[in-house]
């Protein structure tokens, strides 16, 4: 009971971390119809950005700055970049993102190096929060959570309920309507786009150092967090938030079980059929495929309900 | 109709220089590069062609983007290597030459198996999805130790089959020639491809996939059977791989591998056919050579690809072919001092960038031992500040001139097609 609490407790603050990068995602494709390639490098900025200022100055001041920074860069990168591919369409806007994730990663080599950097948790932030039965609760993992709600709550009223957010709405589904009544729309863009960078860039600040901050970070993530929009629904904010909290979830349980088709066949008395390769099959323990299982959500969404959770367009 | 206006068609000699070309150059290459590193970079370079043609199968041709293309390419080659491994132990009596034709239909078997799902819709949804199943097979690489050979991969032995007029794989030009021969088969089959009815619905569906529908085609079923086709091909170049490494590890299925034939065949150019080939060598010299003279390789390779992306998506091929229409007009005098000025400004800012990159590079590496890195005879010290004032003075010279003599070529440019059109009115 203890571990399912508490492993329920860390897939959601995962979860939401994730939340926090695809709703910048699905912003940006819903508004520009581009699949941001290097949205997870913005997150892997925004944990390097930190760990320099928070050696300097200061985890706190890191948390304020280094967004900012990495939402800069988002709107340089819109305004210089994706403004100028523009006129060849989806596709190549798509390639220039993927060149950016390429340039970014190798920048992080560069300035950071190869290996791994000690980026920390500040130490007012270390120590469990509390504990269930004996198992402890990291505060830092509740300051996550804090964090990502705030943030979540904060952009759901700036998109309800201030004038802005309202044109961003309109704009996602009719641009030539509200270019139309005077609202200047690439400016838009610009800001939508460095938004959701400067959010991707808040995830990396809280993620970087509860994961690990290396150049590979983007990477990794960046792939978990395309099959959250396709399982979620390309372009639906709420599809988003249940697909985070599930993969999110999906991803923290299964590396902790060590379940696997032979070990229920041996419960039940039974052998496992001869074979090399079937004993191989047989032998895998949840944990050991763990990292496929996203994967495999995603194939089997796409298979049984091609526009995904709350989708709207099929996938 | 068709087959009897064909029929009366006269042999045309200059259509077949293009390939007779090659196929003496190929042949001949290995004469001039004796030296042993070029003769494994342009193994490398067959290999890749045959790689980038099958991935612009999709991009250029059907108009799907994937970033997944090694998985075909790696399963192929896993395959491939399994069936080498098998003739050795005498399980399986099949000559080593014609292995990638395992790997060929095993890369095509894997397409079929995915590609049903992934091709329902072509776009953003098909990159998305390609992804999506190349880090499932890359995760499942690791989890399969038995097929896959966990990290450290399967290794095998080329020289295992019967040798035949001589030829038994255990000398490196050897192999270079069973790659070559197929570089050519692979190409041949993969021109002839984009000249059937499939080859050219699947340019129909990628330009216009409603119309597709409405003259009678399931689109559907055209991207699938591009992808497996691609797929074939994809496997062949991946069992060559497995037959001049002599191992495969999960690399060969990975995100790097996937991306690097993106590059590749983006940079040469989707529009032409020719355009794969081309980006297929400039990314293998910067992959097998420049890599060995730089960490910094991918970053270069990364901007490159960027400026492509940026100012020229056609290419490089549909570069070259814009400017042999100037010159075929007479008209290329016009623009070559445009570009003398352009190439030159260039080439500093380049050198001035590429110099800051590498004395960070070397800054954070080696400067301990030895403060002054030796770049094509300069001596910089990277620990004074001198060098990197100058280098940051020739960036930003370069990059000013170079912005200038930019608009310049434009405007040639500009002024060279307005009297092509209307020479051609």
New interface residues.
Partial sequence: MEFFLVTLLNGVSYGLLLFMLSSGLTLI?SMM?V?NFAHASFYMLGAYFAYSISTRIGFWQALVVAPVAVGAIGMLVERF?LR??HR?G???E???T???A??I???V???W?RLPVDYRIPAQLDGPLFAIYGTSFPIYRGFMMLVSVTMLAALYLALTRTRIGLVIRAALTHPHMVEALGHDVPRMFMLVFGGGAALAGLAGVIGGNAFVTEPGMA?LVG?IV??V??VGG?GSLAGAFIASLLIGCLQTFSVALDWSIAGALARLGLQPPPG??VT??FG?TVS??A??LP??L??LV??LR?RGIMGTR?? | MSTEARRCEPLNPWRWLPWGGAAAALALLPLVFRHGFALTLLSQMGIMVIFALSYNMLLGQS?L?S?GHAVYSGLGAYCAVHALNLIGKGQLAFPVSALPLVGGVSGALFGVLFGW?TT??S???F???S???A??VA??S??????FGGEGGVTANRTVGRAFLGISYGPATQVYYLIAVWTMVATAAMFALTRTPLGRIANAVRDNPERAEFIGYDTHVVRFLQLVLAAFFAGVSGALAAINFEIVSAEALG?SRS?GV??AT?IGGTGWFVGPIIGAVVYTFFVGAISSVT??W??Y???F??VM??FA?GGVASLAAANLRVAKAGLFGRLAPAYGAALGAGLAALGGFATI?EM??YH?LEAVNDPVLRLLGLRLDVTTAPPWFGAAVVLAAGGAAFWVAARRVRVRWNEVHERLGRGSA
């Avoid at chain 2, 690791?142 to 097929?147: N, S, W």
């Fill in positions: 494709f119809g699949l970049g100028t591919v060849y989806h596709v190549a798509l390639l220039f993927f060149g950016l390429y340039i990663e190798e920048l080599h560069l300035v190096g990477a792939v395309f099959v929009v396709v390309m090399l390769l191989e099959l895998i050991q495929a990292p496929v994967y495999l995603m194939v796409l298979i091609p099929e996938a | 108009g983007l970033f799902v329902k819709k776009g953003t949804t990159a998305m999805i992804l999506g199943i880090e499932m995760a499942c690791l989890m399969l130790p038995g097929f995100a991306g993106l590059l983006f960490k910094a991918l970053l390779l990364g901007l690809f960027i992306v940026l998506p990159v960070i590079y954070e």
